[in-house]
């Protein structure tokens, strides 16, 4: 860490370790769930999440944290489109 008066930085570093740990837990969950019902997409997607979760770790570019602000919001996005399209087709059956 630089020697930058304040906690601003500290607190900085410390949220995107959270970040990154709830990334790769969403990771290591993706990839039981696409076990559990023989899924292609959602274990590529939670191997997608694993690997960001890794390379932001070991990365302290703007790039990819940008890069891992991206995929929590796509990640996001797909599993609220499959829990909509679970309700939908529950009520169409």
């Known amino acids: 860490m630089s020697t930058v008066n ?11 370790l959270r970040t990154q740990l709830v990334l ?3 990771g290591v ?3 039981k769930v696409s076990i ?4 292609t997409l959602i274990y ?3 191997a ?3 690997l960001v979760a890794v390379m932001c770790s070991l990365s302290h570019g703007k790039a990819i944290k940008f890069f891992t602000s ?3 919001m796509l990640l996001a996005a797909a599993y609220a489109l499959t829990m909509l ?4 087709i529950g009520k169409l059956q």
């Open 6 to 16: 304040g906690l601003q930085l500290e607190r900085t570093v410390l949220s995107w």
């Open 24 to 26: 790769f837990a969403i």
């Open 29 to 31: 969950v993706l990839i």
């Open 36 to 39: 559990t019902q023989d899924t």
């Open 44 to 46: 590529l997607c939670g």
């Open 48 to 50: 997608t999440a694993m």
């Open 70 to 72: 991206i995929i929590i």
């Open 85 to 88: 399209s679970e309700v939908f």
